[in-house]
């Protein structure tokens, strides 16, 4: 399985969803802070939605015009974290979105399993991990969903489907008590703290790694037997691994090259120049190979070596147009 999933040699820069420069290439952000049950958490999401909205304001190009946000009380530029306000949001997104686009969903808050269902607690009547999948299912483009409350870890298996990253921040549905895993998820993009490869933007396995490693130092120093093990699956088996699981090195994968905020149009307008638009489209030929040999198996071979062919050529020219721009180095 960690051979299927880990694959050298590729170094995706920017996001997952970029197929082509006359393609879209919109980002789209919803973010969900469910029923808090007192003063205590209400603050603490609240915190948590505030950290991430500001980091991600940060990113250049970033658009707020792409940025959902649902709280337990609405306010200006905040919709309420009901399921009406949920439907209505995706409703709203699935009229936005088209087959590039990418969608990032993060659930702060509580969640429950009464041995059957886990859900995600809302005002008013919660959606179960079905529902959920049932919700973003029309949607066109790519998902990365990441529940980061209790006795999350069903969604992994609800959600999971090829081209999708699904996180949880627990393996199991009976790990119930409140997680610190969305504490240092939001940390890993505050001042892109989980910046490990030092490109200026933290990537989904990113964080992922980076909030993984919080939660397991959090409890060490308190002495504590950890109660959340966090899990990513990106490769739609809806089995996920946990951070430790991977073999050291480069990571590949969806998970690797998708990158919370800004698509790649918006990064390469912010910055400009010439660089930037080749590193851009270097990026994006980087996650159509990765994408290609992720569907290998369901290809017949002469079609799959031509398509690679075609990309690793092309990637071959925007490299050497790169190295002259940069004065041959």
């Known amino acids: 399985m960690i051979g299927r999933r880990w694959r050298a040699g590729v170094a995706a820069l920017l996001l997952l969803a970029v197929r082509g420069p006359a393609e879209a290439r919109d980002s789209f ?39 959902l946000l649902l709280a337990e009380t609405a306010g200006a530029g905040v919709g309420c974290a009901s399921r009406e306000g949920v439907q209505d949001a995706i409703r709203e997104l699935a009229g936005r979105m088209d087959g590039q686009s990418v969608l990032f969903v ?11 269902d886990a859900k995600f ?16 299912e029309p949607l066109p483009g790519r998902l990365v969903f990441v529940n980061t409350s209790a006795a999350s870890a069903p969604f992994l298996a609800s959600l999971a489907k090829g081209g999708r990253i699904v ?27 989980g910046d490990v490869d030092r490109n200026g933007r933290v ?19 308190r002495g504590r037997l950890a109660t959340e093990r966090a899990l990513l699956d990106d490769t739609g088996d809806g089995f996920g691994i946990e951070a430790g699981e991977v073999e050291d090195g480069p990571r590949a994968g969806l998970s690797a090259a998708a990158y919370v905020g800004a698509g790649v149009d918006d990064v390469a307008t912010a910055q400009g120049g010439e660089m930037d638009r080749l590193a851009a489209r270097r990026a994006a030929l980087e996650v ?10 369901t290809l017949a071979p002469a079609r799959y070596a031509a398509e690679l062919e075609r990309l690793l050529l092309e990637l071959a020219r925007v490299s050497r147009d790169m190295r002259l721009l940069d004065g041959g180095r």
């Open 29 to 67: 952000t919803l973010i969900v802070s469910g029923a808090s049950g007192g003063p205590e958490y209400a603050e603490r999401y609240d915190r948590w939605r505030t950290g991430l909205v500001a980091a991600l304001r940060a990113q250049p190009g970033f658009r707020d015009d792409r940025l």
């Open 106 to 116: 993060l659930l702060l808050g509580h969640g429950t399993f009464d041995g059957q």
């Open 121 to 136: 607690n809302l005002v008013g009547p919660d959606l179960t991990a079905a529902q959920w999948a049932a919700l973003v």
């Open 167 to 193: 996180i949880t921040a627990t393996e199991s549905p009976v790990q119930r008590y409140a997680t610190v895993f969305p504490e240092f998820l939001i940390r890993a993009f505050v001042g892109a703290a």
């Open 203 to 221: 990537s989904v396995w990113e964080a992922f790694v980076y909030a993984s490693a919080g939660v397991r130092r959090w409890y060490q120093e």
């Open 288 to 297: 159509e190979i990765e994408e290609l040999r992720a569907t290998r198996a």
